[in-house]
């Protein structure tokens, strides 16, 4: 049962992904990357990580998705036709296609020839059913503090710096 | 309850490493780009939480994720911004066509 939900889940997620690759349209795209970012959290369900699932979904869907799909349509060209029958597509174009399947292909090619040559022996124990969430907050607030806060100020200096450069975006407007 | 090898996990998330290597290849505009690179982070985030379950009691794995999730946050904005400076300034979102310094 677990593992025919893997397979659906799997197969989600990089059907998305392919999807996204030969799109021609952006914003189809973007809706892809929605239906991938949502397998992957599923993937973090089945490997035992509920917490990171619910931010997953929080964060990338809520905030990291709806920031691209609004950077899409900022950088839309002025001119689109009035037919408003019509889409306003976001055709991109592609280049480089040989250097980029071959790339890919070639890294998956490698590894998966490691991965399945690989032999991992676990020595902890398996994840039990129990939540997460504890354990997290408590290694967040101990041994994980410094990176904690490093990420707070990470957070900020980017929020500023993003709002900064976001905010004259046309001098010569 | 039944749990299914970690070399799976490992497959999946090689072949969403690719496929985002791939689109932010082949893609002739900067936020698919970006899209290409959120899909290679959360194929590593994957590699992560599927290690990170033989880690019950101190969960490394799973932290690690969590910054990493915290860091394509931060990049992500931050990229978004330029790109938006970047098309006042040159309006293309063709990453083959801002090339001021190769002329």
Known sequence: MEAIIFYIFSALTLAAGLFILFSKNLIYGAFALFLAFLGVAALYVLAGADFLAVSQIMIYVGGILVLLIFGIMLTQKKKKSDDSTRHNRVEVPTTRKIWGFLTGIGLFGLLLKVILSSDFRMSGEEMSTKSTIKTIGVELMTSHLLPFEIAAILLLVALIGAAYLALNRNPSA | ?103
């Open chain 2, 1 to 103: 309850m039944t749990t299914i090898p970690v070399q799976y996990y490992l497959v999946v998330a090689a072949a969403l490493f690719c496929i985002g290597l791939a689109i932010s290849i082949t893609k002739r505009h900067f936020i698919g780009m970006l899209l290409g690179i959120e899909l290679m982070l959360n194929a590593v985030n994957i590699n992560l939480v599927a290690f990170g379950r033989h880690d019950p009691e101190r969960l490394s794995g799973q932290l690690f994720a969590l910054f990493v999730i915290v860091v394509a946050a931060a990049e992500v904005t931050v990229a978004l911004a330029i790109i938006l400076r970047v098309y006042g300034r040159f309006k293309t979102v063709d990453p083959d066509q801002v090339n001021e310094l190769k002329q």
